[in-house]
């Protein structure tokens, strides 16, 4: 059974369909935001990962070489899909070209991952943006994800808690190691909101996990019980420092 406000959020998307007909963001074709044949072709993340991180392979005790050498912050980190492909295509276009309609439908891949996860939460939060970008971008693309999922859900959503206090330069480029001192001091958190609760941090894309951790870390150090992370994807790289 939908909730109400989610049968909002579909009508709503509905309409602004009917008046301006879609082209899908993985393969062109009209008619439809993300096409039943690019939802298909997703490579998903699902078997053989690291249980902290989540990063795909077989690893001695279950976890990666990188969470056993750092013991990341958080309690889990999962994505959906291998970031390529129709995938890619999709973050992009809601990151990037203003596709704002994905942000609602990448989060119905959201909500089946968390499901078949169990995890207890309490509170669904997105990655923030520094003032400067969302300012420039018009719009944070992991709150897109993050506030359907929470009615989705029927869990409590907060934007306004986590903030991230300093901007940092692009991490398209840095080395795990880079990333990690990029985001170091990031973040801050407004009230003790978070304290005692379970909290999951939604983010478009996971590299080497460097932001989620920070998140994490600053979440924790308002006096959160537990910190998820879970994104739609995951860059899969040959390092791979949590």
């Not at 089946?112 to 169990?118: H, I, V």
């Not at 994490?216 to 992370?229: D, L």
Request: aromatic share 8%; with cysteine; glycine share 8%.
């Amino acid at each position: 059974m939908l909730r109400p406000a989610i049968f909002a959020y579909r009508y709503f998307w509905q309409t602004v369909d009917w008046v301006f007909p879609p082209v899908c963001a993985g393969c062109g074709i009209q008619g439809e935001v993300l096409c039943t044949a690019c939802q298909s072709s997703i490579e998903k993340i699902e078997d053989r990962i690291c249980d902290r991180c989540g990063y795909p392979g077989t690893f001695n005790a279950g976890e990666c070489p990188g969470c056993n050498k750092h013991d990341p912050k958080y309690t889990k980190i999962r994505s959906c899909g291998n970031y390529k492909g129709s995938l890619k295509e999709a973050i992009h276009s809601l990151k990037y070209q203003n596709n704002l309609a994905l942000g609602f439908i990448l989060s119905e891949m959201l909500e089946e991952k968390l499901r078949n996860e169990n995890w207890i939460i309490d509170i669904i939060v997105p990655v923030p943006l520094s003032r400067g970008r969302q300012r420039e971008r018009g719009y944070n693309q992991a709150a897109l994800l993050a506030h359907p999922l929470a009615k989705r859900m029927g869990l409590q959503y907060d934007s306004g808690s986590l903030t991230r206090k300093k901007y940092t330069e692009s991490q398209v480029h840095l080395t795990a190691e880079e990333r990690s001192c990029n985001m170091a001091d990031a973040f801050s958190i407004k009230s003790n909101f978070f304290k005692g609760k379970n909290i999951l941090i939604i983010d478009d894309v996971i590299t080497t996990g460097s932001t989620i951790n920070e998140c994490a870390r600053t979440i924790q150090e308002g006096g959160a019980k537990e910190v998820y992370g879970l994104s739609i994807a995951r860059a899969i790289l040959h390092d791979i420092r949590a």
